[in-house]
């Protein structure tokens, strides 16, 4: 088998199956061939870490001369003239990108129903979402259509759709892999990771793209280690932490029976496992709605109709232009964001959101430094149900936002979290068991998760 085999293998199963799943919004197929040709030359010397590998990246990550529109409207002929940090280094990395991924649009939701282009659909059921925002890079990896993607987690977009697709899903570190070239949504809390259908591909894809970038002053400069030699089965003697407020009410029985399997499993090879309080959890997704939003409002302002993408026709003066471009150009739920955002940072109540916002998400990270004083990890569920029906909470922003209960806190305090798949649902779906690691301590978070899976 060739590369370019692999290649057409990976076209051939989008062709029969992503008519139905939707995970695609863009394919690169003559590109993808001529570049299995360029590295079949290559074959046997110097190969990259993901040589030959296809994958699918999220259409919020910039990449050149191929269009990216974050599923919106107003990005809709946005063609890139750069690509971002990840693009560059997967291509280092010899990986082969097939095509750009659907997603909630600048990946604002949990059931990738805000795509301004289709509804992707969750592999093992056709009827529930694959949830969101990185809902095409989890479907698409679920379906068997590529073996890796990329993925954004601003407050669960990782870790959300892998646990509702049955795959793999880490939000790295804050500042572990580079921001450059990633549309911005929540600049403080948006991070890129990897989706694959194991852990092992999860830590190579995350060593080829993790690393300082000189072009994001947000990255940091800290050592990359080989995350695959983690990968023991050991874990005797480590210790675990499970937050009673993550095995709540608002948590369903069937997901917090699976959690305590998983205790079970971890226990039986050597784990210690306690009981511990993140008392201030449960303020996380207030907090993350003011500060996101905040951020968002600040971040979208660039989408004028000037400088990118989408602009209104028949406008009448430059102000016209702005709002015509904005209200045809954003959907509702990313209006509903920018609303919200610039009501809390505007005079007067700045005081009373947005800087009490940051005090309190100093809180919640203080939750969590004080855990890891005396903990290795924090386990508990990824989600509090397991995905739901297309359309069941699209009228109900509220409920769509408790998806993100138990991811939310996590981003908030900046420390990594992998979603691994943890058996099913009475009816058959995926769930989720999530494994929180210390600031850049990718490491053991893959060492518990390869041990369990
Ligand atoms: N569902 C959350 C939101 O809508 C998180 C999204 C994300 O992580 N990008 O904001």
Redesign the pocket.
């Known amino acids: 088998i060739t590369i370019a085999d692999l290649v057409r293998e990976s076209y051939k199963r989008i062709e029969e199956v992503d008519g139905k799943v939707q995970a695609f919004l863009t394919l690169d197929e003559e590109r993808a061939l001529a570049r299995a040709e360029e590295l079949q030359q290559k074959l046997g010397s110097d190969e990259g870490l993901l040589f030959g590998m296809p994958i699918g990246v999220k259409d919020n990550i910039v990449t050149k001369e191929l269009r990216t529109t974050a599923a919106s409207k107003i990005l809709g002929n946005f063609d890139p003239i750069y690509n971002a940090t990840v693009a560059d280094k997967l291509h280092s990395a010899d990986a082969i990108t097939i095509g750009k991924l659907n997603m909630?649009e600048f990946?604002?939701?949990?059931s990738t129903e805000n795509s301004h282009f289709a509804k992707t659909k969750n592999p093992w059921n056709l009827e529930t979402v694959p949830g969101?925002?990185?809902g095409g890079s989890a479907a698409a990896v679920a379906a068997g259509e590529v073996p890796f993607s990329l993925g954004?987690?601003?407050?669960?977009?990782?870790r959300?759709p892998a646990s509702f697709c049955g795959v793999v899903g880490l939000k790295p570190t804050y500042g572990r892999v580079s921001r450059f070239g990633l549309i911005a949504?929540?600049s403080s809390?948006?991070q890129i990771g990897p989706i694959t259908t194991n852990v092992e591909d999860n830590a190579y894809l995350l060593e080829a793209i993790a690393g300082l970038d000189p072009n994001d002053s947000t990255s940091a400069n800290v050592n990359v280690p080989n995350y695959r030699s983690a990968l023991t089965g050991d874990i005797k003697g480590l210790k675990v932490a499970v937050p009673k407020e993550y095995l709540g009410d608002g948590v369903s029985e069937e997901v917090r029976q699976s959690v305590r399997e998983a205790l079970k499993v971890l226990e039986g090879l050597g784990a210690t496992i306690d009981e511990v309080s993140l008392p201030h959890s449960k303020y996380g997704v207030a907090t993350?709605?003011l500060l996101?939003s905040s951020e968002a409002s600040a971040n979208l302002a660039r989408f004028d109709g000037i400088r990118y993408g989408y602009r209104a026709d028949n406008a009448e003066n430059l102000i016209d232009l702005y709002k015509k471009t904005r209200a045809e150009g954003f959907g509702d739920?990313v209006k509903r964001?920018i609303m919200l955002g610039t009501y809390a940072l505007s005079s007067g109540y700045y005081d009373a959101y947005y800087k009490k916002a940051q005090k309190v998400r100093t809180l919640i990270k203080q939750d969590f430094e004080k855990v890891f004083e005396d903990y290795d990890v924090i386990v508990g569920p990824t989600t509090p149900t397991p995905a739901f029906k297309i359309g069941e909470q699209i009228d109900d922003p509220l409920t769509?936002?408790a998806?993100?209960i138990l991811?939310?806190p996590v981003?908030l305090a900046g420390v990594p979290g992998i979603s691994v798949p943890a058996g099913l649902s009475e009816i058959g779906l995926p769930l989720g068991l999530q494994i929180i690691g210390k600031h850049f301590d990718e490491s053991t978070v893959y060492r518990v998760a390869h041990a369990y899976e």
Do not use: C, H, K, V
């Not at 990946?107 to 949990?110: D, H, I, L």
């Not at 954004?152 to 990782?158: A, H, R």
């Open positions: 909630d990946a604002m939701g949990s969101g925002s990185s954004s987690d601003t407050g669960g977009s990782i959300q949504f929540a809390l948006d993350y709605y996101s739920e964001r769509m936002y998806n993100d991811t939310i981003n």
